[in-house]
T-cell receptor
Framework: SQQGEEDPQALSIQEGENATMNCSYKTSINNLQWYRQNSGRGLVHLILIRSNEREKHSGRLRVTLDTSKKSSSLLITASRAADTASYFCATGRMDSSYKLIFGSGTRLLVRP | EADIYQTPRYLVIGTGKKITLECSQTMGHDKMYWYQQDPGMELHLIHYSYGVNSTEKGDLSSESTVSRIRTEHFPLTLESARPSHTSQYLC???????????FGPGTRLTVT
């Protein structure tokens, strides 16, 4: 991967359970974003966390960022079947925050 | 849904043909991007533009070319398609003062 890895590559859970995805990156960043992609579609922006923030919430989403470990996690609470999708982290670099580098993605399956 | 459009959504074409993938956005965004994504894989930036008459190559080398004559329009052209060009092509845009990108639905290209 050009930036880092996402872990796990695939995750299967039961509806109502929580889903946690992790992202590691290599370079210094300005911000880190999470996107969702439904099969065969474009990406939808979910949440952004800046490099000086440690945690952010949006509805059922919780994102953490640890710049010392160059890692982030996305927690989806009380998952629903509609959450089934691929989730990508993307980092905005310090030298050019207009461009994003995407991770390899986690494929989430929420079983009804 | 973001106001960014891509046509065609699906294209099957023979080797050697010239093709143009269209991307338009109605949000007045100055920055636009083209990504290439193989199924289940990460996105790779192949071209970007910071405004009219500004185009740059991305991190992944591509035989395609782009143009930005109007703010809202960012077409991608392949002069001679080859089977190695088979992939999904995603267009995105970003406004001033924000970090998140808005994606179109993508064009799935198959070159036979």
């Amino acid at each position: 991967s050009q930036q880092g890895e996402e872990d796990p590559q695939a995750l299967s859970i039961q509806e109502g359970e929580n889903a946690t995805m992790n992202c590691s990156y290599k370079t210094s960043i300005n911000n880190l974003q999470w996107y969702r992609q439904n099969s065969g579609r474009g990406l939808v922006h979910l949440i952004l966390i800046r490099s000086n923030e440690r945690e952010k919430h949006s509805g059922r989403l919780r994102v953490t960022l640890d710049t010392s470990k160059k890692s982030s996690s996305l927690l989806i609470t009380a998952s629903r079947a509609a959450d089934t999708a691929s989730y990508f982290c993307a980092t905005g670099r310090m030298d050019s925050s207009y461009k994003l580098i995407f991770g390899s993605g986690t494929r989430l399956l929420v079983r009804p | 849904e973001a106001d960014i459009y891509q046509t065609p959504r699906y294209l099957v074409i023979g080797t050697g043909k010239k093709i143009t993938l269209e991307c338009s956005q109605t949000m007045g965004h100055d920055k636009m991007y083209w990504y290439q994504q193989d199924p289940g894989m990460e996105l790779h930036l192949i071209h970007y533009s910071y405004g009219v008459n500004s185009t740059e190559k991305g991190d992944l080398s591509s035989e395609s070319t782009v143009s930005r004559i109007r703010t809202e329009h960012f077409p991608l052209t392949l002069e001679s398609a080859r089977p190695s060009h088979t992939s999904q092509y995603l267009c995105a845009s970003k406004g001033q003062g924000t970090y998140e990108q808005y994606f179109g639905p993508g064009t799935r290209l198959t070159v036979t």
